[in-house]
Nanobody, 125 residues
Framework: QLVEPGGGSVQAGGSLRLSCAAS????????ITWFRQAPGKKREGVAA????????YYADSVKGRFTISQGNDKNTVYLQMNNLKPEGTAMYYC?????????????????????WGQGTQVTVS
């Protein structure tokens, strides 16, 4: 099970950190990826990390502002979001899966992931 504390409301230009914790077991997947979905829009990949490795991937819209990282215990993945913009208002989900490695378009496809958190709301005003 994936648990995502850490959402909230923030003013434009502010920061938030989201967490994605694997409850009860370590991650046994190749990738943990953060997605977001705004009302009326498709779910889009935001940032991904290779589990146990160092490779990370970012959507162009968040490059330079968001950072995905893995905790020392390897059971938690963080998404540090800086300089948030109003268009970042969405439900944020973390997901675990085994997409084809190294291909960003596939890594950011929602149907490549079988395990999802319940989502956490981020509101930027």
């Amino acid at each position: 099970q994936l648990v995502e504390p850490g959402g909230g409301s923030v003013q434009a230009g502010g920061s938030l950190r989201l967490s994605c914790a694997a409850s009860g077991h370590t991650y046994n997947f190749d990738y943990i990826t953060w997605f977001r979905q705004a009302p009326g829009k498709k779910r889009e990949g935001v940032a991904a990390i290779e589990v146990g490795g160092s490779q990370t991937y970012y959507a162009d819209s968040v490059k330079g502002r968001f950072t995905i990282s893995q905790g020392n215990d390897k059971n938690t993945v963080y998404l540090q979001m800086n300089n948030l913009k109003p268009e970042g208002t969405a439900m944020y989900y973390c997901a675990a899966g085994d997409p084809v490695p190294g291909i960003v378009a596939i890594i950011f496809r929602a149907d490549e992931y079988n395990y999802w958190g319940q989502g956490t709301q981020v509101t930027v005003s």
